[in-house]
């Protein structure tokens, strides 16, 4: 395909957290990527502004941050919620698998299984460029002491997975907390402190090991409600 979709990123403050609406141009079919509910109008207003036609709302796993604003969204679009399938979230339209695959328009996405976060974690692979979730951050990646995590998991998600995508694809990550709104896959694997530059699993299992991280200040609500798809 010679030409690029159309992507938005979109911010909200509070939980640092990204979300993506990324449009085929020639048919203005296009997803939504981790929706926030506090911010479900302002993408609403976008995707009415731009006057897209929104197939799919991708949710890269249940986050224990925020809620979600897919089933807000759902309700007023008609477009699909889809998951990972090892989320085991029974409110999606569609729970893909590890290779699946996906049209809007003439682009497609390909679901990559990426556990290690959370055993539902999926990637999401569109044209040259790939959603992360909490697998991969800028320079980090998501914790592992809850919700299923395991750090021997999530170092071989990023490195049979995401590492052995091409050097120039474009990582968009669920959050980041520095400012910083995009990598490359070639930039993490030479210099993310935790994953890249050579770092054995020993290695990173310590790092994750030492992080000693506060519990989430929303997990206790968020969790049960993006069960849910945030209704």
């Given amino acids: 395909m010679n030409y690029n979709p159309l992507i938005r990123q979109l911010f909200d403050k509070e939980t640092s957290t990204?979300?993506?609406?990324?449009t085929d141009p020639k048919t203005n079919r296009g997803v939504l990527i981790d929706?926030?509910?506090e911010q479900a109008q302002r993408d609403l207003t976008l995707i009415?502004?731009?006057?897209?036609?929104?197939?799919?709302i991708l949710e890269s796993h249940v986050h224990a941050d925020h809620i979600t604003a897919a089933g807000v969204i759902r309700n007023q679009t008609g477009a699909q919620i889809v998951f990972g399938e090892p989320a085991k979230v029974s409110c999606a339209d569609i729970p893909l698998k590890d290779g699946?695959?996906?049209?809007?328009?003439?682009?497609?996405i390909k679901a990559l299984a990426t556990p290690g976060h959370t055993d539902g974690c999926t990637s999401y692979l569109i044209n040259g460029s790939v959603y992360t979730g909490d697998a991969l951050l800028i320079r980090g990646c998501g914790r592992t002491d809850f919700q299923q995590g395991s750090a021997e998991t999530l170092y071989r998600s990023v490195h049979d997975k995401l590492f052995k995508l091409d050097d120039q694809t474009c990582v968009y990550p669920a959050h980041d907390y520095l400012g910083r709104c995009s990598s490359t896959i070639g930039e993490e694997k030479k210099f993310n402190p935790r994953l890249g530059g050579g770092k054995t699993i020993d290695e990173f299992i310590k790092i994750m090991n030492e992080l000693n991280l506060a519990k989430p200040k929303r997990i206790d609500e968020a969790v049960p409600a993006n069960l849910k798809c945030g209704l």
Avoid at 48 to 56: A, C, F, N, S, T
Avoid at 100 to 108: A, R, W, Y
């Fill in 18 to 22: 990204y979300t993506y609406l990324v």
């Fill in 35 to 37: 929706p926030v509910l």
């Fill in 48 to 56: 009415k502004e731009l006057e897209i036609d929104l197939r799919y």
């Fill in 100 to 108: 699946d695959t996906l049209s809007f328009g003439e682009l497609q």
